[in-house]
């Protein structure tokens, strides 16, 4: 099946944000309490399997910049406004386009269905760094009223550091509300045919298990790599717009810090 325009900047968006949020990530931890300026150019190229039925997965590349000071975080389509500190507690205000939905015309399955747009989340986010591991709440809502939903987001990842290979396992759970789930995996009855039965979403919780590996070419220079795999609720799964129980993605790149 072709591959269709939304598609590609829907996978654009996907890739873009969590690519940005890996090469942050990737700076030297000398530089990490620095007030200054901090730019990041690259390239990354990956892949996202969704779990719509018909949906054809293909690998993309895309340019990569990232930057940071001591007031604000740009990746991609986000932004975060640093708010201050508290012991060892951090905290937020964000902002972020995000591409989920599709088209009628980006599955053979979704003829007959009404497009579900993507839109900017709002929200915050305080982040614990300590002894143990990195830990972080996020609770966002959408600003665009498109689903009128919200998701809250527990995380936690750790760092390991093998000489120049820099290794961070995360675990992240992500609930999401009724109105996000059925506007993105529910079929109205408007909607519904003899092969697709009407469906309401109900709220759930999406289990994600990722990794990050990036090696340090030279103090500017690092390549990494970025896989992600997510065990989606019962919620998403029982939808007649799903054929899969989980989504994954794959990244791989190269930053240039300067």
Do not use: C
């Not at 830990?135 to 527990?154: I, V």
């Not at 009724?178 to 995996?185: A, I």
């Amino acid at each position: 099946m072709q591959v269709k325009t939304k598609l590609v900047v829907r996978s654009l968006v996907f890739l873009v944000v969590n690519s940005m949020v890996a090469s942050l990530a990737l700076a030297d931890s000398s530089h990490e309490n620095s007030n200054a300026s901090k730019w990041g150019v690259g390239i990354f190229a990956g892949s996202e399997k969704t779990p719509y039925k018909g949906f054809d997965n293909k690998a993309e590349v895309f340019p990569m910049l990232t930057y940071e000071n001591q007031w604000v975080r740009v990746f991609g389509p986000s932004v975060d406004v640093k708010m201050g500190r508290a012991g060892p507690f951090s905290f937020e205000l964000t902002a972020k386009y995000s591409g989920e939905g599709y088209e009628a015309g980006d599955s053979s399955y979704l003829q007959g269905m009404d497009t579900r747009e993507g839109g900017i989340w709002l929200g915050g986010r305080v982040n614990w760094k300590n002894e143990v591991a990195n830990l972080s709440a996020e609770l966002l809502a959408d600003g665009s009223g498109n689903s009128k939903g919200q998701q809250f987001k527990l995380g936690v990842n750790r760092h390991f550091q093998l000489g120049a290979v820099n290794l961070v396992p995360r675990l992240v759970i992500n609930w999401q509300d009724q109105k996000y789930v059925d506007y993105y995996y529910g079929v109205k009855a408007t909607e519904a045919n003899a092969g697709r039965a009407a469906y309401v979403g109900e709220s759930g919780a999406s289990t994600e298990l990722g990794l990050r590996v990036s090696y340090l070419l030279a103090p500017t220079h690092t390549v990494f790599l970025d896989m992600s795999a997510t065990a989606l609720p019962t919620s998403i799964k029982n939808s007649p717009l799903v054929d899969s129980n989980t989504k994954s993605a794959v990244r791989v790149g190269y930053l240039y810090s300067f």
